[in-house]
């Protein structure tokens, strides 16, 4: 027997970056808002033309008008919209500003703190730790050097014995 359940772990990463947090996906909300835009720009200018329809062309003026009215409360409830959007934005920016100087700033003068800090320990302990330890190192190294050497000299002109002396 298989096993034919799927794992909703599984799913292709793809699908799941594409829905929104409602669940359609990105594509489908901008075509929903396009061909929204599109009927609320398209429809008085049928709604007047279906009105004027069995009318003569006397009337068509009066149609022009009715039309150009639509667009200009069109146009102002756009103008009102930017408004809005302008002030939304006005607020977000404000926000972060705030956060930048109440959160950001105090974390940053923390994190420089703490680095000066780290800077001075180390100071501190290159200076009295490492710095000795370092002098008693090299002195040792080099007194191990002259030593060896006198050494090494004295066994060079030390006289050797003869080995054939204590055969005879």
């Keep these: 027997m298989t096993d034919t359940t799927t794992n909703p772990a599984s799913e292709p990463i793809e699908q799941e970056e594409e829905k929104s947090s409602g669940g359609m996906s990105w594509k489908r909300i901008a075509t929903i808002a396009v061909v929204v835009m599109l ?3 398209l429809l008085p200018i ?6 004027t329809q069995g009318q003569p062309l006397e009337n068509f003026a009066a149609v022009i008008q009715v039309i150009r009215d639509l ?3 069109f146009l102002a409830l756009q103008g009102i919209m930017i408004i809005l959007a ?3 934005l006005i607020a977000q920016v404000a926000r972060l500003i705030n956060l930048l100087q109440n959160e950001v700033q105090p974390i ?3 994190t420089q703190d703490t680095v000066n800090t780290a800077a001075g320990t180390v100071r501190f302990v290159g200076k009295n730790v490492t710095e000795p330890i370092v002098k008693v190192s090299g002195f040792l190294a080099g ?12 066994r060079a002109i030390r006289p050797v014995e ?3 002396k204590g055969e005879a």
Excluded: M, Y
């Excluded at 049928?46 to 009105?51: F, K, N, Q, R, T």
């Excluded at 007194?143 to 004295?154: A, D, P, W």
């Design 143 to 154: 007194t191990s050097v002259i030593l060896n050497n006198l050494f090494g000299i004295r």
């Design 108 to 110: 940053l003068k923390n």
């Design 39 to 41: 009927a609320l720009i």
């Design 71 to 73: 667009f200009i409360i």
């Design 162 to 164: 003869p080995k054939d």
């Design 46 to 51: 049928v709604i007047a033309l279906l009105a």
């Design 86 to 88: 302008l002030a939304v």
